[in-house]
Nanobody, 114 residues
Framework: VQLQASGGGLVQTGGSLRLSCAAS????????MNWYRQTPGKEREWVAS???????NYADSVKGRFTASKNLDKTTMYLQMDNLKPEDTAIYLC?????????WGQGTQVTVSS
């Protein structure tokens, strides 16, 4: 499965962005769709996960501001990011976790100016 993330960009503090991640095919043995983010010099940080029934979990740092969702056939996932802060600046990576393996997209840059 190949993943393509998009939707990143430059936004001011308090602004919004919606990230998308499209899969090349419907993943089999699906477990979860996930968003991570990474900044230079720091470890990759988990942001959000969404499972088959649509339930989502979020890192405390984004809870209440970010909303993860997916389409029914699990080929596209989204991350709605509201009330963005400068500390949200990072490369956002999408991931699909299955019983057969872990798949990663190339990431999309999000920059929040103060």
């Amino acid at each position: 499965v190949q993943l393509q993330a998009s939707g990143g960009g430059l936004v001011q503090t308090g602004g919004s962005l919606r990230l998308s991640c499209a899969a090349s095919r419907k993943p089999s043995s699906f477990k979860s769709m996930n968003w991570y983010r990474q900044t230079p010099g720091k470890e990759r940080e988990w942001v959000a996960s969404i499972v088959s029934n649509g339930m989502a979990n979020y890192a405390d740092s984004v809870k209440g501001r970010f909303t993860a969702s997916k389409n029914l056939d699990k080929t596209t996932m989204y991350l709605q990011m509201d009330n963005l802060k400068p500390e949200d600046t990072a490369i956002y990576l999408c991931n699909i976790n299955t019983w057969r393996g872990n798949y990663w997209g190339q990431g999309t840059q999000v920059t929040v100016s103060s």
